[in-house]
Each structure stands twice: as C-alpha cells, then as structure tokens.
T-cell receptor, first 112, second 113 residues
C-alpha cells in the first residue's frame, strides 16, 4: 500500500530534551516536506526537500532541523524543544511539479 | 492579515443539504487552488484541484475559482454524514508538490443525519 508513515504518532516530552520524528514514504517520491498545524493557522511549512541531500527552509524553520540521506526518509529533529513547538506535525511527499502531496497521519507533540 | 482567510466554522447542516465553503486570498500570484479534506486524527487528503479561474466538478463536489475577486468556493451536494470533516483550502503560485503551498485555517463541517 502506497503511504507516508510517521513515528511516533503521539509524544509528550519536556523542554530541552532532543527528539526525532521519523517520516518514511514508499512511493519513490523525490519531494518531501514537513508541516505543523495549529488551531486557526492551517498548515505551515517547516522544511522541504526536493531530493536526497537537498533541503530548504519553509515558513517556520526556527528550532527544527531535517536531513535527507535516503530518498524514502525525511526525519524532523528538535534539538532543544520548547513549549511553543507543541503542535500537530505532518509529513508529506510527492513528485515535483505534480498536483498532489500525500500526507502522513500526523504526530501530536506536546512539550511541557 | 493572513494571506488566505477561511471561516473556521463549525458549519452544521442536515443530511442532504448543500455545503458551501469558501476562502479569500490576497496574493494575486496564486494560480493553483486546492481543497483538502481532513478527518479527525488523519492527515489531509486532496479533494479537488483547479488551475486558474473557472469551475470544476467531480461527483458531488464542485470547486469554483474567481481570480478577479480572489475568492474560491467548494460546494458539496447531497451531503452525507461521512462528509463531516475539516476542509482546508490551499493555493500556490506553482504546482503543488515541490512548491510552496499556503493553507487556510480550515472549516469544520458537521453533517447531521
């Protein structure tokens, strides 16, 4: 089944404790992206990647890191999480310059 | 002011009614317009996609774009309880994947049996 998977789905952590949210897609997509979703603000792009070893900042990159060492994986790293990073995070993938981005199921992160 | 405005709702309608959703935007560079549906605890899924102005119909769904007014709409005919979800509009100056998407905040829709 073609899909985007994220782990963990739910995470509660404390300020300053490094964490990684994994994202994997099995559709051989070149493009991958991370979004955060907050009430009333819609989805805002954090980082995106056009291919292996090619990443760039989105609208809200502060406090986040990403890497794209393999085509299928695009982990999101929070080196020192803070409470304002409490949010619902989505990974997405697609073929460049096509109509559709495929979204993962989301990771709900709470930073205390 | 947000680049894309969308009424958060909730919009409650009886089963069988027409659901009318809309977004306004300020960036005249947007050419690609999308509607995503998001069920609770799920990721968004693409519902409708329109390029430039005009109408597009797909089954019970109709998307309309009026670029002169910077206004887009989604209509759901013969609404069903399974249509209960949050509907997000999104738009882009270029095609979706690989390019910047700007989303509205989403409208929550509840279709009552």
């Amino acid at each position: 089944e073609a899909q985007v998977t994220q782990n963990p789905r739910y995470l509660i952590t404390v300020t300053g404790k490094k964490l990684t949210v994994t994202c994997s897609q099995n559709m051989n997509h070149e493009y991958m992206s991370w979004y955060r979703q907050d009430p009333g603000l819609g989805l805002r792009q954090i980082y995106y990647s056009m291919n292996v070893e090619v990443t760039d900042k989105g609208d809200v990159p502060e406090g986040y890191k990403v890497s794209r060492k393999e085509k299928r994986n695009f982990p999101l790293i929070l080196e020192s999480p803070s409470p304002n990073q409490t949010s619902l995070y989505f990974c997405a993938s697609g073929r460049p310059n096509t109509d559709t981005q495929y979204f993962g199921p989301g990771t709900r992160l709470t930073v205390l | 002011q947000k680049e894309v405005e969308q009424d958060p709702g909730p919009l409650s309608v009886p089963e069988g009614a027409i659901v009318s959703l809309n977004c306004t935007y300020s960036n005249s560079a947007f050419q690609y317009f999308m509607w995503y549906r998001q069920y609770s605890r799920k990721g968004p899924e693409l519902l409708m996609y329109t390029y430039s102005s005009g109408n597009k119909e797909d089954g019970r769904f109709t998307a309309q774009v009026d670029k002169s007014s910077k206004y887009i709409s989604l209509f759901i005919r013969d609404s069903q309880p399974s249509d209960s979800a949050t509907y997000l509009c999104a738009m882009s100056a270029l095609r979706a994947a690989g390019n910047k998407l700007t989303f509205g905040g989403g409208t929550r829709v509840l279709v009552k049996p």
